[in-house]
């Protein structure tokens, strides 16, 4: 059986391979850029804009800081008792261009032991988890010449 590939929250991100790109939000008025997007009003305390453009924004940017989750987080954290817990790392990145900081797992097979503060990370195509019918997709954080 196939499963449907559904992203966790829809228009964050889009594409495939070297075309896959966080999704943010732009202001007319005054240019700030949101990730998450911003739908109604701009964010920018100084700024009354309310007509905001979709962007793609940076593919890359810079280790900020990085973690690892090595324990099953309490409710209302979502997870299968059932199953091993397997650890993971998250990675907070400061794109290239936006100069935002932006929060995602890293790629898997990625360690804290591999990652470096300043180091170059790129985003790709990720699978959260699945279900019976569905692969959730979202992005993740692969230290730039990786390949997995």
Same mark, same amino acid.
């Given at each position: 059986?196939?499963?449907?590939?559904?992203?966790?929250?829809?228009?964050?991100?889009?594409?495939?391979?070297?075309?896959?790109?966080?999704?943010?939000?732009?202001?007319?008025?005054?240019?700030?850029?949101?990730?998450?997007?911003? &739908?109604?009003?701009?964010?920018?305390?100084?700024?009354?804009?309310?007509?905001?453009? &979709?962007?793609?924004?940076?593919?890359? /940017?810079?280790?900020?800081?990085?973690?690892?989750?090595?324990?099953?987080?309490?409710?209302? #954290?979502?997870?299968?008792?059932?199953?091993?817990?397997?650890? #993971?790392?998250?990675?907070? +990145?400061?794109?290239?261009?936006?100069?935002?900081?932006?929060?995602?797992?890293?790629?898997?097979?990625?360690? +804290?032991?591999?990652?470096?503060? /300043?180091? &170059?990370?790129?985003?790709?195509?990720?699978?959260?988890? &699945?279900?019976?019918?569905?692969?959730?997709?979202?992005?993740?954080?692969?230290?730039? /010449?990786?390949?997995?």
């Amino acid at each position: 059986m196939s499963r449907v590939r559904t992203p966790v929250v829809a228009r964050w991100f889009d594409g495939e391979g070297d075309g896959f790109r966080l999704l943010g939000t732009r202001c007319a008025a005054c240019s700030a850029v949101f990730f998450p997007r911003e &739908e109604s009003f701009c964010r920018n305390p100084g700024c009354a804009g309310d007509e905001l453009v &979709e962007v793609a924004l940076s593919r890359r /940017g810079r280790v900020w800081s990085y973690t690892d989750g090595r324990y099953r987080p309490p409710a209302p #954290y979502v997870s299968d008792p059932e199953l091993p817990w397997e650890p #993971y790392t998250l990675i907070a +990145v400061e794109l290239e261009a936006e100069r935002m900081v932006v929060l995602g797992q890293a790629a898997p097979g990625v360690t +804290v032991a591999d990652l470096e503060v /300043g180091m &170059e990370v790129e985003v790709v195509p990720g699978v959260l988890g &699945e279900d019976a019918g569905t692969t959730w997709t979202t992005w993740h954080w692969r230290p730039v /010449g990786v390949t997995a």
